[in-house]
């Protein structure tokens, strides 16, 4: 495996259900995002991890819990979601998050339905 | 807070044309990037690009900082260059934020 994968890739899930997603990047980097994209929105950014360490949390929802447990692994926990967290979300990495927009790279994102 | 705006929001090319997109920005910014989102989702860096000019190929771009905007130049377009191009800032604060995107469809 290289780069930045997600899983699953598409997620249908009722608003009383809990969930996770799932990122592993594989190039050694050390800072991890979690961004949303949705139909009528400009991409968003969620939430920062670097070195392991949540550095940002753009005033996400608690119902949207994230852990970075170590460099390479990064998840996004969903409990009682609502139809408009519906979205395409997005994982990425970079080798350090003070210099974010240098070498970033995507995966492929888990495209989420809530019903 | 910061806007960022992107035009067109819509374009379709004929194989082989070039073009133009813009973004502007309403206030100064630390970074400025240029994406690409395939038609299956997958975003892709084209430039990091504060300012100055880059190349890459058939595609390249230029941010004028004091001016508040930026360029991506497509020459020569393919169909495999169809998707959505995105221009992201990043504030003084390290927020960041994206435009709404350029929507392009190159037809065989």
């Known amino acids: 495996e290289t780069g930045v994968t997600q899983t699953p890739r598409h997620l249908v899930m009722g608003m009383t259900n809990k969930k996770s997603l799932k990122c592993e990047q594989h190039?050694?980097?050390?800072?991890m995002y979690w961004y949303k994209q949705s139909a009528k929105k400009p991409l968003e950014l969620m939430f920062v991890y670097n070195f392991k360490e949540q550095t940002e949390n753009n005033s996400v929802p608690s119902r949207f819990s994230p852990e970075c447990p170590n460099s390479s692994h990064l998840f996004l926990h969903l409990h009682t979601l609502q139809p408009e967290d519906s979205a395409l979300y997005l994982c990425a990495s970079s080798p350090t998050a003070g210099d974010r927009f240098y070498e970033q790279y995507f995966g492929p994102g888990t495209r989420l339905t809530v019903t | 807070g910061i806007q960022v705006e992107q035009s067109p929001p819509d374009l379709i090319l004929q194989e082989g044309a070039n073009s133009t997109l813009r973004c502007n920005f309403s206030?100064?910014?630390?970074?400025l990037q240029w994406f690409h989102q395939n038609p299956w989702g997958q975003l892709i860096n084209l430039f990091y690009i504060p300012s100055g000019t880059k190349q890459n190929g058939r595609l390249s771009a230029t941010t004028v900082a004091t001016e508040r905007y930026s360029l991506l130049y497509i020459s020569s377009s393919q169909t495999t260059d169809s998707g959505v191009y995105f221009c992201a800032v990043e504030l003084i604060n390290n927020d960041m934020r994206f435009g709404a995107g350029t929507r392009l469809t190159v037809k065989p």
């Open positions: 190039l050694g980097h050390n800072a």
């Open positions: 206030d100064s910014v630390n970074n």
